[in-house]
């Protein structure tokens, strides 16, 4: 699952300065994902655990408990400097490449 899970960081996330990516943004984006590969999906502690480690390694950027939610508009743990991007296009755009 680690493999699949530094693919996606790779496909779907990107760098951008002043993007939030809540842990749970991300959780769900991740989830869609596996749903599209036919995959069951995973717990959402393993999910951190997993993912945390490989969004340090591609972008640099440690798992923040200071980011604001502009959703739920509370304090969350997440990343500052990354965004997903749109699951459909940000495939068709790095398969293309």
Known sequence: MNGVAKVFAEQVLERQPGEILPLTTAY??????????????????????????????????????????????????????IRTLDLEDGLVAKEAA
């Open 28 to 81: 769900l984006v991740f989830c869609e994902y596996l749903k599209a590969k036919s995959m069951d999906p995973v717990k959402r502690g393993v999910f951190k655990g997993m993912f945390s480690p490989i969004v340090r390694e591609v972008f640099d950027l440690g798992l923040r408990n200071d980011v604001f939610d502009p959703i739920t508009k509370h304090q969350t743990a997440g990343w500052k400097g």
